[in-house]
């Protein structure tokens, strides 16, 4: 089974929904209204939500007959919190510190 953070990574390899995520970073949009920013078509749109969806980085929620979508900020936190341990980002600085009280 693929981890979160591959399916994650994955979905962010595209620039299309890197674009996607950055214009839902400034607040929810229909589909349309995200469409509207690409020279594709709707269907290709809707297959990127789609993955954005699926890993979790993007939140749909139905209002009448539009689909409201919104950046999911939760699974944004958790990759970063996952990529910072995998490089082990801030475990040099603790060692040092812990060094540092020692002394």
């Known amino acids: 089974m693929e981890s979160s953070?591959?399916?994650t990574m994955q979905a962010l390899s595209d620039p299309t929904r890197?674009?996607?995520l950055e214009m839902l970073n400034?607040?929810?949009k229909s589909a349309g209204e995200l469409a509207a920013h690409f020279h594709i078509s709707?269907?290709?749109?809707s297959?990127?939500?789609g993955v954005l969806?699926?890993?979790g980085l993007v939140l749909a929620q139905r209002n009448g007959q539009q689909i409201i979508y919104?950046?999911?900020v939760t699974v944004v936190h958790?990759?970063?919190q996952q990529l910072m341990g995998l490089f082990r980002v801030g475990a040099g600085r603790r060692d040092l510190l812990k060094q540092d009280e020692g002394a």
């Open 53 to 55: 969806r699926g890993a």
């Open 42 to 45: 709707a269907p290709s749109v």
């Open 26 to 28: 400034d607040g929810d």
């Open 5 to 7: 953070l591959s399916k």
């Open 78 to 80: 958790e990759m970063l």
């Open 47 to 49: 297959h990127h939500l």
């Open 18 to 20: 890197r674009a996607i």
């Open 70 to 72: 919104r950046l999911n």
